[in-house]
């Protein structure tokens, strides 16, 4: 069992913003401000697509954000396009050098 | 830009040792302040943070596989290293060396991982 919980699965048609969430507690998601989220697609590494709750690095697409109330955090894919399908895991840094990882989440572009 | 590659058996017996290396491209290992980590994703997909060495040699470990995990650095050769030893089937993954910008979870460049099967 994941130490983060997101949905399994997520879907949406091309045009429509989706919203996929991880939930932790106070020990990891709600304490610090270091959630990070990540794209990956079938047979590939994972890529990351925010880091600090909120933060894009260079060349990630703007249709991506991130956000984080109390002890959850949200990843939010506005604009949906067919490449956007592929699964999503969030990561939260838990304090003393260690980090977690969500289930991963899923995305299908109906 | 870092480029980063894994190397190492594809194929480990129970109870034996894995011995993965990551060679670092692009860069100084030891330039950037940055954390070098390894990550595996078992079948079916879950992420696992395994843990992660600083260039100076510090190492931190998740608390699950501390026992038997050791991280290791070779500023000479540009390489960081992973064992893990008392392997088991549940040892059966892809294996991925990261970089870890900030040491809390900027996960900002990955190895393209290696799968490692845990069998007779």
């Known amino acids: 069992q994941s130490a983060l919980t997101q949905p399994p699965s997520a879907s949406g048609s091309p045009g429509q913003s989706v919203t996929i969430s991880c939930t932790g507690t106070s020990s990891d998601v709600g304490g610090y401000d270091y959630v990070s989220w990540y794209q990956q697609h079938p047979g590939k590494a994972p890529k990351l697509i925010i880091y600090?709750?909120?933060k894009r690095p260079s060349g990630v697409p703007d249709h991506f954000s991130g956000s984080k109330s109390g002890n959850t955090a949200s990843l939010t894919v506005s604009g949906l396009q067919a490449e956007d399908e592929a699964d999503y895991y969030c990561s939260s840094y838990v304090g003393s050098s260690n980090l977690v990882f969500g289930g991963g989440t899923k995305l299908t572009v109906l | 830009q870092v480029q980063l590659q894994e190397s190492g058996p594809g194929l480990v017996k129970p109870s034996q040792t894995l011995s993965l290396t990551c060679t670092v491209s692009?860069?100084?290992?030891?330039?950037?302040?940055?954390?070098w980590s390894w990550i595996r994703q078992r079948p079916g997909k879950d992420l696992e943070w395994i843990g992660y060495i600083y260039y100076s040699g510090t190492t931190y470990y998740t608390p699950s596989l501390e026992s038997r995990v050791s991280i290791s650095v070779d500023t000479s050769r540009n390489q960081f290293s992973l064992r893990l030893n008392s392997m088991t089937a549940a040892d059966t993954a892809v294996y991925y060396c990261?970089?870890?910008?900030?040491?809390?979870?900027?996960?900002?460049?990955w190895g393209q991982g290696t799968l490692v099967t845990v069998s007779t």
């Open positions: 692009g860069d100084s290992i030891i330039s950037g302040g940055y954390y």
């Open positions: 990261v970089k870890d910008a900030t040491g809390y979870g900027e996960l900002d460049t």
């Open positions: 600090e709750v909120s």
